[in-house]
């Protein structure tokens, strides 16, 4: 269904032919729909353009299934950088595959996609209701994890040789785009191998997906960082505490952790440039008139003050700069050509909040996430990720979760309200 130029249709590996054995529970129609747009002027713009109104496939379990869970075996990897909240998904798969479907085969494929080769030492793991009981406990990820592609047609061969009829990819928008190869090469070669997406990015930034997995961990950690950080700020003369989060090319992280301590004096973020004379301007003139400051940058912002080397990590992405040393040596040397005497304290708690527990909430999204995605497996969906969007869970297409990265919009009202939060200077250059 093309709607407005969005094209929410999800793929089918065939036709769904086999009673669904859960009883007892709400089922969804196919016909069910989670309209895009969430304002009336986005409605009417719609419909003004004669246009049949967005609307995403809404997630979860199905009168009629594609596969006969009896004969059905399973696989998850997780892939990329650790998040909180991926034993939680994991957990949930295995534990919904079991009690809903009485899937008794399920692979944990170990490393991310290195897992799904062929090499000696590759060999997955047998996942069961007993061997995920507690995992959800730990950070990281009980599979382990890597970064880098692999051959799709080699991880698909390994698929049909251990009778793979479903995958759950758990990983961020690279583990989203090595998903969708496997998929199409799975179709290629005629295979009913079902790949689902589970999106993981601690950054919060996949396109079509309202919140991922983890990012409410993540600022609920960063709270301990400024905390600390403006503690230390506060009992200095002309104190400074400088925290640096998560957020390669989105700032989520960062913006949400303004909001949640406004004691926060400056939000600094990939999507709004400053200049480092514009920013030290407006430092110098809150540490006069407060005596004190409080500053948290995300890890990508002002990547173009520093001479980056040009290297890339094994998924492809360029290696930053160290923002957070940057400005800490860079306000350490204007304050002291300025004659002005500064206690600063830099804290970077980026490791320590990915590699922690989930909190409640993002551990029972986690749970529904998961679930969410054994339901869309198990009625043939495939190349799909599934999404939460107007706060329900839903199916997007890969294409689309992978079409471009989610950023902030400074002219939205997320940053009007980090703004007006923080006091900083619409801009700083």
Request: glycine share 12%; aromatic share 8%.
């Given at each position: 269904?093309?709607?407005?130029?969005?094209?929410?249709?999800?793929?089918?590996?065939?036709?769904?032919?086999?009673?669904?054995?859960?009883?007892?529970?709400?089922?969804?129609?196919?016909?069910?729909?989670?309209?895009?747009?969430?304002?009336?002027?986005?409605?009417?713009?719609?419909?003004?353009?004669?246009?049949?109104?967005?609307?995403?496939?809404?997630?979860?379990?199905?009168?009629?299934?594609?596969?006969?869970?009896?004969?059905?075996?399973?696989?998850?990897?997780?892939?990329?950088?650790?998040?909180?909240?991926?034993?939680?998904?994991?957990?949930?798969?295995?534990?919904?595959?079991?009690?809903?479907?009485?899937?008794?085969?399920?692979?944990?494929?170990?490393?991310?996609?290195?897992?799904?080769?062929?090499?000696?030492?590759?060999?997955?793991?047998?996942?069961?209701?007993?061997?995920?009981?507690?995992?959800?406990?730990?950070?990281?990820?009980?599979?382990?994890?890597?970064?880098?592609?692999?051959?799709?047609?080699?991880?698909?061969?390994?698929?049909?040789?251990?009778?793979?009829?479903?995958?759950?990819?758990?990983?961020?928008?690279?583990?989203?785009?090595?998903?969708?190869?496997?998929?199409?090469?799975?179709?290629?070669?005629?295979?009913?191998?079902?790949?689902?997406?589970?999106?993981?990015?601690?950054?919060?930034?996949?396109?079509?997906?309202?919140?991922?997995?983890?990012?409410?961990?993540?600022?609920?950690?960063?709270?301990?960082?400024?905390?600390?950080?403006?503690?230390e700020a506060e009992a200095a003369r002309n104190g400074i505490g400088l925290v640096k989060l998560m957020g390669r090319d989105s700032g989520f992280i960062a913006a949400?952790?303004?909001?949640?301590?406004?004691?926060?004096?400056?939000?600094?973020?990939?999507?709004?440039?400053?200049?480092?004379?514009?920013?030290?301007?407006?430092?110098?003139?809150?540490?006069?008139?407060?005596?004190?400051?409080?500053?948290?940058?995300?890890?990508?912002?002002?990547?173009?003050?520093?001479?980056?080397?040009?290297?890339?990590?094994?998924?492809?992405?360029?290696?930053?700069?160290?923002?957070?040393?940057?400005?800490?040596?860079?306000?350490?040397?204007?304050?002291?050509?300025?004659?002005?005497?500064?206690?600063?304290?830099?804290?970077?708690?980026?490791?320590?909040?990915?590699?922690?527990?989930?909190?409640?909430?993002?551990?029972?999204?986690?749970?529904?996430?998961?679930?969410?995605?054994?339901?869309?497996?198990?009625?043939?969906?495939?190349?799909?990720?599934?999404?939460?969007?107007?706060?329900?869970?839903?199916?997007?297409?890969?294409?689309?979760?992978?079409?471009?990265?989610?950023?902030?919009?400074?002219?939205?009202?997320?940053?009007?309200?980090?703004?007006?939060?923080?006091?900083?200077?619409?801009?700083?250059?």
């Amino acid at each position: 269904m093309r709607e407005s130029g969005l094209d929410f249709t999800i793929a089918k590996i065939g036709e769904c032919r086999v009673p669904s054995p859960m009883s007892g529970v709400r089922f969804t129609g196919d016909e069910e729909r989670v309209l895009y747009h969430a304002t009336l002027e986005g409605i009417s713009g719609a419909l003004n353009a004669g246009a049949a109104l967005p609307g995403m496939e809404a997630a979860g379990p199905r009168r009629m299934l594609f596969f006969d869970p009896a004969k059905l075996a399973c696989g998850i990897v997780t892939c990329g950088g650790l998040c909180p909240g991926v034993n939680d998904v994991v957990r949930a798969v295995v534990l919904s595959l079991d009690r809903h479907y009485g899937v008794r085969t399920i692979y944990g494929f170990r490393f991310g996609y290195d897992g799904l080769t062929k090499r000696p030492g590759r060999e997955p793991l047998a996942l069961t209701p007993e061997s995920v009981r507690r995992i959800h406990e730990s950070g990281g990820s009980v599979l382990g994890s890597s970064r880098g592609p692999q051959d799709p047609g080699e991880m698909v061969e390994r698929l049909d040789e251990l009778g793979v009829g479903i995958l759950f990819a758990i990983g961020g928008d690279g583990t989203l785009r090595g998903a969708q190869k496997i998929g199409e090469e799975a179709a290629r070669r005629g295979l009913a191998i079902s790949v689902i997406g589970i999106p993981k990015t601690i950054d919060n930034d996949i396109s079509f997906v309202q919140r991922t997995f983890g990012f409410e961990t993540a600022v609920t950690e960063a709270r301990r960082a400024t905390y600390a950080a403006h503690a230390e700020a506060e009992a200095a003369r002309n104190g400074i505490g400088l925290v640096k989060l998560m957020g390669r090319d989105s700032g989520f992280i960062a913006a949400y952790s303004a909001l949640v301590n406004n004691e926060v004096n400056f939000c600094l973020v990939p999507e709004v440039p400053f200049t480092l004379g514009g920013f030290m301007a407006a430092l110098q003139r809150r540490l006069e008139q407060r005596g004190h400051a409080l500053v948290v940058v995300a890890e990508g912002a002002g990547q173009d003050l520093m001479s980056g080397s040009g290297e890339h990590d094994a998924s492809g992405n360029v290696k930053y700069g160290d923002i957070g040393v940057f400005l800490r040596d860079a306000i350490t040397k204007h304050f002291k050509q300025a004659g002005t005497s500064v206690t600063l304290k830099y804290i970077d708690p980026s490791y320590a909040i990915r590699s922690v527990p989930a909190t409640p909430h993002d551990a029972a999204f986690c749970l529904l996430l998961g679930q969410s995605a054994v339901h869309a497996g198990l009625c043939g969906r495939t190349n799909m990720a599934v999404s939460f969007w107007n706060h329900r869970f839903t199916h997007v297409p890969i294409s689309l979760a992978v079409s471009e990265r989610k950023t902030i919009d400074p002219q939205d009202t997320l940053w009007s309200s980090v703004v007006a939060s923080t006091g900083q200077p619409w801009e700083m250059r």
